[in-house]
């Protein structure tokens, strides 16, 4: 059985340095999206048993966070409809969908869904 995992993340970028990405120890988003699964529970926001769930959650996170995004950032992101269509295709077939922006303050925002197991490649974030 697939369960999705939701993460959340917001801080500032100086604190999610490499060194940082990689000590599983430090409550900070990997590099690579495997390792989400090995950091503090405290960047787990939720668990799913569907992808609609998940997508729901995702939806109610974007929407918090998109006031506060430095302008022009907000003015590109895609409408909901769009994104949503694209993020469960990406679920569906390669287990991850990861959402990052910054905000008017420079601190980083970084969302991501991850199917637990994850059977997708290994991608580095950054």
Do not use: F, N
């Amino acid at each position: 059985m697939v369960r999705y995992i939701c993460y959340e993340w917001q801080g500032r970028p100086k604190d999610a340095h490499d060194a940082a990405r990689r000590d599983r120890a430090a409550p900070v988003p990997p590099l690579l999206i495997q390792e989400w699964q090995h950091k503090p529970g405290q960047l787990r926001a939720g668990a799913h048993e569907d992808v609609g769930s998940a997508l729901a959650w995702l939806r109610v996170r974007v929407a918090h966070h998109l006031p506060t995004l430095l302008p022009g950032h907000r003015e590109a992101h895609p409408g909901w409809d769009a994104q949503a269509r694209y993020a469960h295709h990406v679920l569906t077939c390669s287990g991850a969908y990861l959402w990052g922006r910054y905000s008017r303050d420079l601190s980083l925002i970084e969302l991501a869904v991850i199917t637990d197991p994850y059977r997708g490649p290994v991608y580095r974030l950054l």
